[in-house]
């Protein structure tokens, strides 16, 4: 049977029951900042992050992929292994199999598919990389606030349910993007000056093209934007070349992508309310309704001396809310930034129900056959997503207290009870 996301569309009570772990957590996230359980998640906190960990991303991987799953590769899985297993081969992506992402990516596949020729062997990069996020958004919330700002947010990730479904139970790649930003806002305030170049290379190679806007929000706050342009420019046309040396068009996922509007927030709710009648006359405008709101969103962020997270967790929302594809897995791109936002922030049952509303949506029951009942029901999770996303840009936008600046003030307990 397998959980996969076209059986559970057809079977929306089991649909429904296979969230409710994620639902709880959710619940539990919000409670864990009131007494008595903020008491004793403050003096065993490092202890119940590994717990945490273990459960919801170790057991889950087995629980998904070798209890109840029989190893055929479905969905993403399927891609997953098409590359990695394409790669131990001697292939090449783009010229000897399809390919939708950066060059470099089917790589990362391969180390997988090396370690573990499975069908969830995929999730061990993706997890590595989910363990790589906590540790930048301990470094970030530590270096734009203080300790006790930083130690809330790694808890609010481990426990957040949005990350371990989309990341374990979905076996995404968006743990690989959240790691790349957030990699490139810390080399920023950590004032670097040659790996910043890099890294957005790296970032622009191993993840996804939609990855570049991201990384454009990070490279505008560089002091030295020519050098770190050139570092970039020769670092990915080194990689590149030694691929279009061998024949291969790395034009080949661009030209691939197809005019669909799928996911959660303005332009799809809007699709799917018209019937799908205005598909692709909408995509056109709406991609870019998103590049205009996205570069908007940035220009004021710069203007208003926003700290380069702050601005890399607004822009990036803004750009979802109107792209014509925007899954419910991509909007863990922005997750990093807006957890130490909120940890700074004290906005815990925000945060939460957030990341809760992120795991009862569900993308593939959100077309215009669906059964009535169930696709009120995400319209009514779409309508609620995308007003608290509305509601978060607008309070980043309008209460930034992060500077722009390598060093930042930090703000007691106090203060953020306050906020």
Known sequence: MGLNSGFLSAHPMILMMSVVPAVLAAIVLSLSFRQPLSGLVERWR??????????????????????????????????WQWMGVGILEGKLPYRDFLCSHSPLFPYLMAVAFAIWRHDGAAVLIFGAFDVACLLLIYALAKRTANESVAKNAIWMWALNPAVWLITVRYAQDETIIAAVLMMASLLYLRGSKWWYGIVLALGFMITKFTTIPGLIVAFTYSNKKIRDALVGIVAVGLMLSM???????????????????????????????TQHSYVFAAHRVFSVIAMLAFGVTLVVCRRRKMSVLDAMCACVMVLLLFSPRSFKFYHLWAMGPLTVWCARNGKFGR?????????????????????????????????????????????????????????????????????
């Open 351 to 419: 945060y939460s129900l957030y990341s809760a509303l992120i795991c009862l949506f569900d993308d593939f029951s959100f077309h215009v056959g669906a059964p009535p009942a169930l696709l009120a029901v995400m319209y009514s999770l779409a309508v609620a997503i995308i007003t608290l996303e509305i509601w978060f840009v607008s309070d980043i936008m309008r209460k930034p207290e992060a500077k722009a600046s390598v060093e930042t003030p930090l703000q007691s307990d106090e203060q953020l009870a306050s906020v």
């Open 243 to 273: 691929f279009t040396l061998q024949g291969i068009d790395i034009t080949s996922p661009l030209r691939s992508e197809d005019m669909g509007i799928e996911g959660v927030n303005i332009t799809v709710l809007i699709d799917r309310i």
């Open 46 to 79: 490092v202890p119940l992050i590994v717990l945490t960990y273990l459960v919801t991303r170790v057991a889950l991987l087995i629980v998904v992929y070798v209890v109840l799953g029989d190893n055929k590769p479905q969905n993403d899985n399927a891609w």
